[in-house]
Every structure is written in C-alpha cells, then in structure tokens.
C-alpha cells in the first residue's frame, strides 16, 4: 500500500513569492492534515481538510490557505512568502472520522526555504 | 484551547540507560496517541491509549496511560542508538490531534 506522498521534495523561494505544496493521501482516506515544523522545534497544526472541506485551521495569518480536491488530495498555498516560513511543511492522512481511531499517517514533507 | 505540556525537552541517557518522557493535561482527556521521529525523518505512529490506567508494551517501551487520563508517559528500557530521535505525545480532540513540544533522546557517546 503506498504511502502518503508530497511534492516537491524541496522549495526554494523569495520573500514575497508564493509557495504551492501538494499532498496525496493513503487511499480510502478522507482527511489529510496539514503542519509546519520549524526546523528543531514541534509540529504547528496549519489546516484539516476533510470530505473537501476545511474542518479548522491553526493559528496563522490568512496567506496559508488550502483547499482538498474531490479525490482527497490536498493543496497548501503560501503566499506573501515571509523569511519564518522556512520549515519543513508535512502532511498527514488519517481514516474518515467517523472510525473510533483516527491514527495519523504522515508524508516525507516538503522543506521550504524562503531567501 | 486544549493544551498538552511534555517533559523533558531532551533528555541524555548513556546506551543501555533508561528514557521517560511525560505528557500532562489540565483536562480529561478521550484518548492519547504517541509518536516518534527520528532525525530527518517524519512522525511515526507508536500506539494510542483509550483506557483509565491503560498500560501497554511494544519490546523495550511501555506506555501508560493514568487514572484521571489526564497524564500519559513514554518509558523505555535499556536504550539502544535506534531509540534516538524525538517522541511525541497527541491527545485527541474531536479528530484533530494537539501536539506536544516532544521529548528528544539524544544519547551520549
């Protein structure tokens, strides 16, 4: 069973431009999540995308938004690129939400740097 | 909001010594799962506890979940270099998983 694949691997932009990551969850699952990890530090919840809608978000400012297409991939838009958005962005996937356990599944990331 | 606080940040055990890393809530919590990353790597799913009191093994870690399920730890027995990288709690939240800082594990040469 394949896993949870993001694209691309590495970013490299500057400040001002905008940033478009991509996630394609485990098949058959319906949420994909989305978080920023600063480089050394803990995972910031970003975005939760589910059945395509956005279920909530974090607490950034309005140029990270999203959107989660019908077959449940998932886009994360950066715009306005700013320096502190260099991180490691990683997406998860988890079962649809109705299921008791809802482990999650996280891809290899993307690694943005902003110059 | 919920909030989850993790202790240690990181912890330096010599080979073979033991780890413990704790996880504490101001609220019950449904239900909390644990994760690992190694360095360079991404989040990996270690286990998720339900129960009150709930204790679990996998080979040398031993998750425990407490009473009030408002605490969980992390212990790991005799640790070895595959056990370096940095583990995580996550309480569950209406299907949205809050994070812990993480505890990492660095052993000593």
């Known amino acids: 069973e394949a896993g949870v694949t993001q694209s691309p691997t590495h970013l490299i932009k500057t400040r001002g431009q905008q940033a478009t990551l991509r996630c394609s969850p485990i098949s058959g699952h319906t949420s994909v999540y989305w978080y920023q990890q600063a480089l050394g530090l803990g995972l910031q919840f970003l975005l939760w995308y589910d059945e395509g809608e956005e279920r909530n978000r974090g607490n950034f400012p309005p140029r990270f938004s999203g959107r989660q297409f019908p077959n449940y991939s998932s886009e994360l838009n950066v715009n306005a690129l700013e320096l502190e958005d260099s991180a490691l962005y990683l997406c998860?996937?988890?079962?649809?939400?109705?299921?008791?356990?809802?482990?999650?599944?996280f891809g290899p990331g993307t690694r943005l740097t902003v110059l | 909001g919920q909030q989850v606080m993790q202790i240690p940040q990181y912890q330096h055990v010599q080979e073979g010594e033991d780890f413990t890393t704790y996880c504490n809530s101001s609220t019950t919590l449904s239900n909390i799962q644990w994760y690992k990353q190694r360095p360079g790597g991404h989040p990996v799913f270690l286990i998720q506890l339900v129960k009150s009191g709930e204790v679990k093994k996998q080979k040398r870690l031993t998750f425990q979940f407490g009473e009030a399920k408002k605490n969980s730890s992390l212990h790991i027995t005799a640790t070895q270099t595959t056990d370096v990288g940095t583990y995580f709690c996550?309480?569950?939240?209406?299907?949205?998983?809050?994070w812990g800082a993480g505890t990492k594990l660095i052993i000593k040469p």
């Open positions: 998860a996937s988890s079962f649809p939400t109705k299921r008791q356990y809802n482990e999650q599944f």
């Open positions: 996550a309480p569950d939240s209406n299907y949205q998983l809050i």
